[in-house]
T-cell receptor, first 115, second 113 residues
Framework: AQSVSQHNHHVILSEAASLELGCNYS??????LFWYVQYPGQHLQLLLK??????LVKGIKGFEAEFIKSKFSFNLRKPSVQWSDTAEYFC?????????????FGTGTRLKVLA | DGGITQSPKYLFRKEGQNVTLSCEQN?????MYWYRQDPGQGLRLIYY???????QKGDIAEGYSVSREKKESFPLTVTSAQKNPTAFYLC????????????FGSGTQLSVL
């Protein structure tokens, strides 16, 4: 069955520290990969996505992610975090399952950035 | 403005009662989804629909039912068979394109009295 794993549930960093959040998925076919962010009191919004081409994708607010097919991973990175990056981050996978597109999410990682 | 509207924002359910959560979109999207969000468990897929009059079970469909009679509407019924219904429910939609993002509603918080 298709699944998404996020191993870091809570991360606390100081401003200017580097960030890497792990995401692994299990699915043997073609997938599209996404990272969403949910700021306190706001809707989920898309940070970045991968569907083909360059495995290193850049998103909004200085975030990037690398798709490593052999490791079934799509880790999110940011070289230098800011206090405003405090939010919950979700990895998601969209894959064809029984002829339909099943869009599933990981359990999320709560990031707290200390000023 | 185009978007997804979920109502009500807060809902209370009595023991043994069925309740229905509304989700309407005016984005002309074909695909619609229902997720349940619990602390520490992320978003779990309940039901999804790619076209009108067709829908599929997600990972936690037991105790829930849906209908898709119109393209813009995808209501979710939480039945009395759902023993732990207290959660935040999110509706989302997207185009039929495989690589497109989801648009989310503002959610409904369901609590049991």
């Amino acid at each position: 069955a298709q699944s998404v794993s996020q191993h870091n549930h809570h991360v606390i960093l100081s401003e200017a520290a580097s960030l890497e959040l792990g995401c692994n998925y299990s699915y043997g076919g073609t997938v599209n990969l996404f990272w969403y962010v949910q700021y306190p009191g706001q809707h989920l919004q898309l940070l970045l996505k991968y569907f083909s081409g360059d495995p290193l994708v850049k998103g909004i607010k200085g975030f990037e992610a690398e798709f490593i097919k052999s490791k079934f991973s799509f880790n999110l990175r940011k070289p230098s975090v800011q206090w405003s990056d405090t939010a919950e981050y979700f990895c998601a996978v969209n894959a064809v399952t029984s002829g339909t597109y099943k869009y599933i999410f990981g359990t999320g990682t709560r990031l707290k950035v200390l000023a | 403005d185009g978007g997804i509207t979920q109502s009500p924002k807060y809902l209370f359910r009595k023991e043994g009662q069925n309740v229905t959560l509304s989700c309407e979109q005016n984005l002309n999207h074909d695909a619609m989804y229902w997720y349940r969000q619990d602390p520490g468990q992320g978003l779990r897929l309940i039901y999804y629909s790619q076209i009108v009059n067709d829908f599929q079970k997600g990972d936690i469909a037991e105790g829930y039912s849906v209908s898709r009679e119109k393209k813009e509407s995808f209501p979710l019924t939480v039945t009395s068979a759902q023993k732990n219904p207290t959660a935040f429910y999110l509706c989302a939609s997207s185009t039929q394109e495989y690589n497109e993002k989801l648009f989310f509603g503002s959610g409904t918080q369901l609590s049991v009295l």
